[in-house]
């Protein structure tokens, strides 16, 4: 058997080439880190519930109109996926004050923020991704204008078809993170992966604060029971048709 030729690990999955230059293979990592790995840890099989989580929302958002870079899940932890360039851009959308918002601004948490509030981040560890201003979205060159308009308008798409489907499944969708990539033809793709680890989820079962938080933010606020909320995300996402 031949081994995979790795391609880049990063924090939370690792990327490997397959024998079609058009195709790779991204496996799911149970590793964790949080504040630009300041914190390491595991969520025992965190790997397998993204990987099909993140399956189950890319073939939501492709029936709904929104190209992806979802091919198929060989095993429960990998995924095929189509090889992309990948912008260096996390684009956050906020639909709900929480997280860095509160802290950089002082906007109470909880604040509802319609329209939702779209943000542009480099992504640059080294860095430590910061935030972007239009201005320096453009002295950067990292998209064109007219890349980061399509940008916006298919996060905004992507928000409006989750926060419905999470709304189907007693869960609200507060704020979340996408990567988007070009194709050979400069289309922009969604890639990456959408999971409570770049999302922030809140149960609307719960009232308290803290037990409502279905998301990576019991990991970084030591919140516990992190393993059984990804399982709850899972079943609860799962459960919901296409
Ligand atoms: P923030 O409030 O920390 O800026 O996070 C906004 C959203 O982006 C939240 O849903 C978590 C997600 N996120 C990532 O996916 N990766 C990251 O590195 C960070 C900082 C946030
Ligand atoms: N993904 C990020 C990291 O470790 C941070 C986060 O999700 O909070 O660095």
């Known amino acids: 058997m031949t081994v995979p030729t790795k391609l880049y690990e990063g924090k939370a999955k690792i990327l490997y080439a397959t024998e079609d230059p058009h195709v790779l293979l991204t496996h799911f990592k149970d590793d964790a880190t949080a504040f630009n790995a300041q914190k390491r840890g595991t969520i025992a099989g965190k790997g397998e519930i993204n990987c099909r989580i993140s399956a ?6 492709e029936k709904q109109g929104v190209p ?3 091919i198929d899940c060989p095993t429960p932890n990998t995924m095929r996926v189509k090889a992309v360039t990948i912008i260096p851009l996390e684009v956050v959308v906020r639909n709900i004050a929480a997280g860095s918002l509160c802290q950089q601004t002082g906007i109470p948490l909880g604040t509802v923020l319609q329209p939702p509030l779209v943000e542009f981040y480099y992504k640059n ?3 430590g991704d910061p935030l972007l201003t239009d201005d320096r979205l ?5 998209a064109t204008a007219e890349q980061v308009s399509r940008l916006r308008s298919l996060a ?5 078809v989750l926060s419905a489907f999470f709304q189907s499944c007693g869960i609200t969708l507060v704020d979340f ?4 990539g070009t194709d050979a033809n400069g289309s922009l793709i969604l890639a990456d992966e959408i999971s409570p680890d770049t999302c922030r989820l809140w149960d609307q079962a719960e009232t308290d604060p803290n037990r409502r ?12 029971d992190v393993e059984a909320a990804y399982q709850r995300v899972m079943e609860r996402v799962l459960q919901q048709a296409l």
Do not use: C, I, S, Y
């Not at 453009?138 to 990292?142: D, I, K, Q, S």
């Not at 905004?156 to 409006?160: K, P, S």
């Not at 938080?213 to 516990?224: P, Q």
């Open 56 to 61: 189950h929302l890319f073939q939501l958002l």
């Open 68 to 70: 992806t870079h979802f």
């Open 125 to 127: 560890d080294a860095l």
């Open 138 to 142: 453009r002295v950067m060159n990292l």
């Open 156 to 160: 905004l798409r992507v928000d409006e």
């Open 177 to 180: 993170k996408l990567e988007f």
């Open 213 to 224: 938080v279905m998301d990576k933010d019991r990991f970084r606020r030591d919140l516990g």
